[in-house]
């Protein structure tokens, strides 16, 4: 395991040389990778999430519900153009949230249980062994 540590080290650090070396011949400027056709792009113009869900978001519209606001552009060269998409999460809203109401409303009417005796906690804890006994069939 040693060997192959040292060997990736060892690889990683001639590449790192390799490069340096072809790079220092030439000069190294910085410009934007991908402008879309705009003549001054912005990070407000980048690629979100939910650009890149889209199409799957679209087919599953009548289950996410996904809301959207938008404001297409106008004319030739347009000032200003919005596009907005917000989805509920539907798996918190429609079932998580509603079940942990349902088992915190439960240990609410459970609450007189608890007294605070140590000796209590045991006896409730060797009833339930006992259930358990008695209902997988141990003491049949």
């Known amino acids: 395991m040693m060997v192959l540590a040292a060997g990736g080290l060892a690889a990683f650090a001639g590449l790192f040389f390799l490069r340096r070396r072809l790079l220092a011949s030439r ?3 910085s410009s934007v990778t991908w402008d879309c056709g705009y003549t001054a792009p912005k990070a407000r113009m980048q690629y979100t999430a939910s650009s890149f869900v ?3 978001v679209d087919e599953g519209a ?24 917000y989805t509920d999460d539907t798996f918190t809203e429609k079932l998580f949230r509603p079940l942990f109401a349902g088992v915190a409303w439960l240990f609410g009417k459970l609450q ?23 209902w997988y069939g141990g003491l049949r």
């Open 112 to 134: 007189w249980m608890q007294h605070g005796r140590i000796s209590l906690y045991i006896l409730y804890i060797a009833i339930a062994l006992l259930a358990l006994l008695f």
């Open 62 to 85: 009548w289950i996410l519900q996904t809301h959207r606001t938008a404001k297409p552009p106008q004319g030739y060269f347009p000032k200003e153009a919005e596009l907005a998409t």
């Open 54 to 56: 889209q199409p799957i």
């Open 27 to 29: 000069k190294v400027t």
